[in-house]
């Protein structure tokens, strides 16, 4: 952008200062840079006309020619209404205001040919259209009968700006200000992709002429905005390695000894790869920043543990972090099985932990004796001194804020420690590159031998008492079933209700079984009691609120029945599932809803019915909710984009990830005088609202 975009939208041909406030409010639209890239959300196809008598109810907009014969005020108080008599060659309907009379007086006058546009509805024989755009036949703005339409508000409506208006606006900066547009991308890569000009685009976007050009200048303007993040991200990455050294890790003794001696199973290839990918990082002398996703049960706990016996190998300490202290409980004693052959002295460390049992391992840590740390976001605490720590794992990592892991690997002040981020929840791969575009990726993608994929399957809630004999038959199997209830309500006391109401009729039809109950609101000596007893089988059923989601392993649990499983998300869904299908049995997931299903529940019933692959998931999941919602508001602000969407642009996003890439390695300081234009251009952009040196 150059200078002439900077200018206040103030000082545009139609706008002025209480436009540009409102403006400035509503759409944080501030100069014409900002105006040119608010962008149409869809665009109406006004190339047809209709006549009067062609007015359907079904339609849902029509464009009209013709003249208003007289207007009448009809009604008094809240029920007033301004209604237009409008007609042409083939008959007449009204045109009605609620709101702003005074001001359509003013601009439409009777007997004036109009352009009119809206949606026709039907009153007993006469058809109107509510709140119509009018325009004088003589002034009519769209180009080619295409009308951008424009993201507004209700504020903005109201006070008369409709995409019309913004067109309006869009015309008169761009009339002036094309020239001024400066191209942006390579000559090579606008060769290679066939895009437009940025100047033709821009026009474009919102004067579409055919669709063909709309569609071009769509596909360039979201390339190009996807390649300037991923150059962003690319380049911070670059600097990361040569900025932050890495302790190096290479003496693999102990970690050899384990895994000739105590390796409790054979690894998968795709452990094994990770955990060479792993090991190259942390002998490399760069720190490590990496992002091991890998679907629940596929074994991420193990590799864990091998990283952390590489660094004590070279005398450092490791820590884990998890989001909740169930999960926490549940790694040190998965962790500590392993250690304790190993002789590998090992902590807890959560909010629950007792004074004098903290003070100890404050003690421990700090000398250097305490090797491995696990704990909840207690880790963080200023008490909490690493001797040295050189490796920071950190699980489930969308549950917990930047800024909150950010914390953990500043624990060491001289050198970073190597940072691994395991995720159960696959991110599509285009979030990925986005969220993570500067951390390394690796993916177990392969389960361990001998698990059979879960069955799934969608019952309503008329079948409970098929449900309630195949759930009886596991149990004489000697199996062990989750009943999971969502989080419907606001109120916790309600949902609590809906739990315990489903707790008595659990109970009713299976009055001869020990039966927990795990929620939220329970203490934690509640929850560990309850976990415990169902961990050794004493109770049969376990009902749950969605505290059970993540980690909490009973390999033999076969059969997860999920309560009004349509409240929930997919990515949720999937993480319930896979709290079965970890032992050697068949196991079940049972999807519980009622009959009324929107299209877009039922179409998360039958993914999940379809396929165990959490990646799939991920992307179904990415394409129904978009990415703000999926990875909720703590990250959304990387999602900010103005034109590109990363449910639906996976294509284009690679495309400009290969071609950023390509870039910058033959040219990473952007050095070269065909690139700076590319180097003012990445320097220019808005800084992101999130601290980006942060997330690494
Ligand atoms: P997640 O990736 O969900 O954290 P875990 O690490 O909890 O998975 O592993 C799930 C289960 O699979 C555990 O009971 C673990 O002992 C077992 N497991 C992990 N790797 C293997 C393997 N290579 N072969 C057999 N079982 C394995
Ligand atoms: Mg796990």
Not at 176 to 186: F, Q, S
Not at 267 to 273: D, G
Not at 348 to 358: D, E, H, P, Q
Not at 495 to 514: C, N, Q, T, V, W
Request: one cysteine or more; a positive charge.
């Amino acid at each position: 952008m150059t200078p002439f975009f900077d200018t206040s939208i103030e000082y545009l041909k139609g706008v002025g200062p209480q436009r540009a406030a409102l403006l400035q409010k509503e759409l944080k639209i501030f100069t014409y840079g900002d105006l040119i890239q608010h962008y149409p959300f869809r665009y109406e196809d006004r190339t047809r006309f209709y006549s009067i008598k062609e007015v359907r109810e079904d339609m849902p907009f029509v464009q009209l020619r013709g003249t208003i014969t007289t207007f009448e005020t009809v009604g008094t108080s809240y029920k007033k209404r301004l209604v237009g008599h409008f007609k042409d060659e083939t008959g007449t309907l009204e045109l009605v205001w609620f709101q702003g009379i005074p001001w359509v007086l003013q601009k439409v006058k009777p007997g004036v040919p109009y352009v009119v546009f809206g949606k026709p509805s039907r009153y007993g024989k006469t058809f109107t259209i509510a709140h119509p755009e009018v325009e004088p036949e003589s002034e009519k703005t769209t180009r080619g009968g295409w009308q951008a339409v424009y993201p507004l508000s209700e504020k903005l409506r109201a006070r008369h700006i409709d995409s019309k208006f913004i067109s309006r606006l869009q015309q008169e900066v761009l009339r002036a200000g094309k020239p001024h547009i400066r191209e942006v991308l390579p000559d090579s890569i606008i060769r290679n992709h066939r895009f437009p000009g940025k100047q033709e685009a821009m026009v474009t976007i919102h004067f579409p002429e055919t669709s063909e050009v709309l569609a071009a200048a769509q596909q360039r303007l979201k390339f190009e905005e996807l390649f300037y993040l991923q150059l962003r991200l690319l380049k911070m990455k670059l600097v990361r390695v040569e900025k932050f050294k890495g302790q190096v890790f290479r003496d693999t003794a102990i970690l050899t000894q384990f895994y000739n001696t105590h390796l409790p199973f054979p690894l998968t290839e795709a452990q094994k790869r990770v955990i060479r990918e792993i090991y190259n990082d942390m002998k490399s002398g760069r720190q490590m920043n990496r992002l091991l996703q890998g679907d629940v049960g596929s074994g991420k706990t193990i590799v864990a543990f091998i990283c952390m016996l590489l660094v004590i190998g070279g005398d450092a300490q490791a820590a884990l972090m998890a989001p909740t202290e169930i999960l926490a409980q549940q790694h040190f004693q998965n962790l500590q099985k392993y250690a304790a052959p190993m002789k590998v002295s090992i902590a807890l460390l959560t909010g629950s932990t007792k004074r004098s049992a903290r003070k100890e391992i404050h003690e421990q840590l700090e000398s250097g004796q305490l090797k491995i740390l696990i704990g909840t976001h207690a880790l963080l605490e200023e008490e909490v001194k690493f001797n040295r720590l050189g490796l920071a794992i950190v699980d489930e990592q969308h549950r917990f804020g930047v800024a909150q892991r950010s914390k953990l690997w500043q624990k060491n002040t001289e050198i970073y420690p190597h940072v691994l981020v395991m995720t159960a929840t696959p991110i599509p791969r285009t979030l990925a590159m986005t969220l993570y575009g500067d951390l390394d990726v690796s993916v177990i993608d392969e389960l361990p031998k001998g698990r059979k994929p879960i069955k799934t399957t969608h019952q309503f809630d008329s079948h409970r008492l098929q449900v309630n004999a195949f759930l009886r038959s596991q149990i004489d199997a000697g199996r062990q079933v989750y009943i999971v209830y969502p989080l419907i309500e606001e109120s916790e006391k309600l949902d609590l209700k809906h739990l315990m109401d489903g707790y008595e009729s659990i109970s009713r039809a299976f009055p001869d079984l020990a039966i927990s109950i795990l929620h939220g609101q329970m203490k934690t000596e509640a929850k560990d009691y309850e976990m415990a007893r169902f961990q050794r089988g004493e109770t049969k059923i376990m009902v749950a609120t969605t505290v059970i989601e993540v980690g909490v392993d009973v390999p033999n649990a076969s059969v997860m029945v999920i309560e009004s499983a349509e409240r929930f998300g997919l990515s949720q869904l999937h993480q319930l599932r896979g709290r079965v299908g970890r032992g050697a049995e068949q196991s079940y997931c049972i999807l519980m809803t009622s009959y009324k299903l929107s299209a877009e529940a039922r179409l998360r019933m039958n993914t999940m019915v379809k396929t165990n692959n959490g990646f799939e998931i991920a992307e179904t999941d990415l394409e129904l909710r978009g990415p703000g919602d999926l990875m909720g508001t703590q990250q959304s602000g990387l999602l900010d984009l103005l034109i590109a969407d990363l449910g639906k642009d996976g294509k284009i996003l690679s495309d400009a990830r290969e071609e950023a890439s390509a870039l910058l390695e033959a040219d990473p300081e952007l050095v070269k005088p065909e690139n700076s234009p590319i180097k003012a251009h990445l320097s220019s952009l808005r800084k992101s609202t999130v601290n980006w040196a942060k997330i690494s």
